[in-house]
């Protein structure tokens, strides 16, 4: 019987096995005393456990140097030095989430004949293969190979009751280029380093920023409408789930009004791949309407995304500009301003996630404005904030390079203006505010 996604035949040249923190990733690299998993937790663990972990193995292991396995080429003095993390250590993970799970995985099994992506003859998932070696010459190429990419030589240990021990090497190494007609699940970027050696474009998978929430990289995530011509090719590729979702909206096969959620799910390493350093999880509600290229709510909500940021920086500013009326300079002011736009980002993910929760109620004709007062008055409440902070040698001020004298009150003149510019639907709903009154008076 051929265990399930592993080779039976691994062992080291020493015949040692090691212990389950190879494969569980939540106990910390050499410091096992600050898991949750000391003791009989780290010694023996469910098959079911196992399994999952196996799986993850596979998708998210590590870098860094390995037991090498009798047989492998690539072993030097019984290791095998760094290859590269798990094959979805580089993907930005992106799936659909349905109401049922019928319909989530309907949303992410995007059919062949939809033309998002490439049908490889024979291909076969790895457990219907024969099983692996320890290394196999030519790994099978296809979707469903991809899927169930055996990036890890594994072997675990232990009987009915659980497994104690485990085995992990290198296994198949994966080159992502161009695999956007095969890998449905991960957004994509152009790579000017792989594009200069191999002199063609090249797209390689786009990882998730551990510092952004996921509705700041909305523009790359959904589809956009495909101009003809021979123009450059765009930086970006979306993911093909969310080109299907598309799909099925623009073919009604799926009510434009319904709302699913967009998942996105990632792994950040530290220290030369060698650590997992954080895991990227996040999920926005979204109307099936926004997928479809070229929609007016699409834009709406990318404008918007915009709209969020471009406020955050006008109160870095303001956070910067008050640090240098009082005085500071070169990194006292990054430190500033990156406060400042932390607080600001936190603030206006909170607001925005509640807008999309409401955009199916919204008019299209004013959702984008009713979105920018509810930034502006985020950003206002947060300038008062820092104005309100500033000690005495900010409201005194000193010259700076422009031989201006900047104050407080100026920064937050200055604050103001940035703002009516970032957010210009809420600045002229306030200006028609300010004249009413002033008629009245």
């Known amino acids: ?151 890890r030589r594994v072997r675990l240990v232990g009987d009915e009751s659980g497994i104690t021990h485990a085995l992990v090497s290198y296994g198949d190494q994966l080159v992502t280029d161009d695999a956007f007609r095969l890998e449905p699940m991960t957004g994509w970027r152009r790579s000017p380093a792989r594009e200069k050696a191999l002199k063609r474009t090249v797209y390689v998978p786009r990882s998730h ?94 404008g918007a995304a915009a709209d969020a940021e471009a406020a955050a920086r006008a109160v870095a500013n303001l956070g910067r500009n008050i640090a240098r009326a009082a005085g500071g300079s070169g990194d006292a002011l990054l430190a500033a301003a990156g406060r400042a736009e932390a607080q600001a980002l936190s603030a206006l993910d909170h607001e925005f996630r509640m807008w999309l929760g409401d955009l199916g109620r919204l008019d299209r004709g004013t959702a984008r404005e009713v979105w920018q007062r509810r930034a502006r008055r985020v950003a206002v409440s947060l300038g008062r904030s820092l104005v309100g902070a500033a000690g005495p040698t900010a409201w005194t001020g000193r010259k700076i390079e422009t031989d201006e004298f900047l104050t407080t009150g100026l920064a937050e003149v200055w604050f103001r203006a940035a703002l009516a510019k970032a957010l210009p639907l809420a600045a002229v709903e306030r200006q028609e505010l300010t004249d009413r009154q002033e008629v009245m008076a």
């Open 209 to 302: 920023d551990p510092n952004k929430a996921l509705w700041r990289g909305l523009d790359a995530l959904l589809p956009r409408r495909r101009e003809g011509g021979g123009s450059e090719p765009p930086a970006t590729l979306p993911p093909a789930v969310t080109e299907w979702m598309a799909q099925l909206s623009n073919e009604d096969i799926v009510p434009r009004s319904l709302s699913i959620w967009t998942h996105a799910v990632g792994v950040t390493y530290g220290t030369q791949n060698a650590v997992v350093d954080q895991v990227y999880d996040d999920r926005l509600r979204l109307p099936v309407e926004v997928f479809a290229a070229g929609e007016e709510l699409r834009s709406i909500v990318v």
């Open 1 to 151: 019987m051929t265990p399930f996604y592993q080779v039976p035949q691994l062992r080291s040249g020493s015949g040692e096995v090691t212990g389950l923190d190879r494969i569980i990733a939540d106990v910390p690299n050499g410091a096992p005393f600050l898991s949750s998993r000391l003791g009989p937790g780290l010694a023996r663990i469910s098959l079911a456990e196992a399994a999952r972990w196996l799986v993850h193995c596979h998708a998210f292991d590590v870098s860094g140097i390995k037991t090498g396995a009798v047989g492998d080429p690539r072993v030097k003095n019984g290791k095998v030095y760094p290859l590269g993390v798990g094959v979805c250590g580089s993907y930005g993970g992106v799936f659909i989430e349905g109401r049922t799970l019928r319909d989530t995985l309907l949303f992410n099994l995007v059919p062949y004949d939809s033309g998002q992506l490439d049908e490889t003859p024979d291909d076969l998932p790895t457990w219907e293969r024969p099983p692996s070696g320890v290394t196999d010459e030519e790994p099978p190429r296809g979707r469903l190979a991809l899927l169930t990419w055996q990036s």
